[in-house]
């Protein structure tokens, strides 16, 4: 039962321009969000989190915007660079407590076109 | 500051072996967790230890089990392997922050690429 989902498989943007990747969750449980990147070969690498007490969360070019009360998160890459192309994951979490585990998305794979 | 160190990076195994893949955290991590990257399943999670004990558990067989040794490294085995375990895996430490409380940021390994054939 997939309880994080990213409907678009693959992204394609010009260089410059913004990059929207989008995420949906069923868990309203779910208290913590994070985005991931990873490159071919490696593992994946933290990217930008955000509290379901907070709406947006800014780093940078990253920006999260969280709307909890249509369960559906997204992350701005603005402006995109060709080094941002990768895959992306979605992951929630449930509260902290004895164990801890992200649900993680399927992925987004992002190319950032010159 | 080592990241999370994993081996072996690839391995070819054939239906019904053992394999057992060994992961060190970052230094002063007491977290580990193991996620299976598959390409139609994406990240699934399989199991998270804190100082030794097994805090909580995926949904995947008994034929995976992990352990975690006191110095915070842990392994992970899979018995009686299967095609379809075929997949990347993944173990990722946790810091804990001063006071005791977990960042939810996992730092992930490399990953160790099974093949079985």
């Known amino acids: 039962d997939q309880q994080v989902k990213q409907n678009s498989p693959s992204l394609s943007v010009q260089e410059g321009r913004i990059s929207i990747l989008n995420c949906d969750y069923t868990?309203?449980?779910?208290?913590?969000f994070l985005w991931y990147k990873k490159y071919p070969a490696e593992g994946p690498t933290f990217l930008i989190s955000?509290?379901?007490?907070?709406d947006k969360n800014e780093d940078g070019r990253f920006t999260v915007f969280l709307n909890k009360s249509a369960k559906h998160l997204s992350l701005h890459i603005v402006p995109s660079q060709p080094g941002d192309s990768a895959v992306y994951f979605c992951?929630?979490?449930?509260?902290?407590?004895?164990?801890?585990?992200?649900?993680f998305g399927k992925g987004t794979s992002l190319l950032v076109t010159p | 500051k080592a990241g999370v160190t994993q081996t072996p990076r690839y391995l070819i195994k054939t239906r019904g072996q053992q394999v057992t893949l060994s992961c060190s955290p970052i230094?002063?991590?007491?977290?580990v967790s193991w996620y299976q990257q598959t390409p139609g399943q994406g990240l699934q999670f399989l199991f998270e230890?804190?100082?030794?004990?097994?805090?909580n558990k995926g949904n995947f067989p008994g034929r995976f089990s992990g352990r975690q040794f006191s110095n915070s490294r842990s392994e992970m085995n899979v018995s009686t392997l299967e095609l379809g375990d075929s997949a990347l895996y993944l173990c990722?430490?946790?810091?804990?922050?001063?006071?005791?409380?977990?960042?939810?940021?996992?730092?992930f390994g490399e990953g160790s690429r099974l093949t079985v054939l």
């Open positions: 990722a430490s946790r810091p804990r922050l001063a006071g005791g409380m977990n960042t939810g940021e996992l730092f």
């Open positions: 230890y804190f100082s030794e004990t097994q805090r």
């Open positions: 868990n309203s449980m779910f208290d913590y």
């Open positions: 992951a929630a979490s449930l509260p902290f407590n004895s164990g801890y585990a992200l649900n």
């Open positions: 955000i509290s379901s007490i907070k």
């Open positions: 230094s002063g991590h007491r977290s």
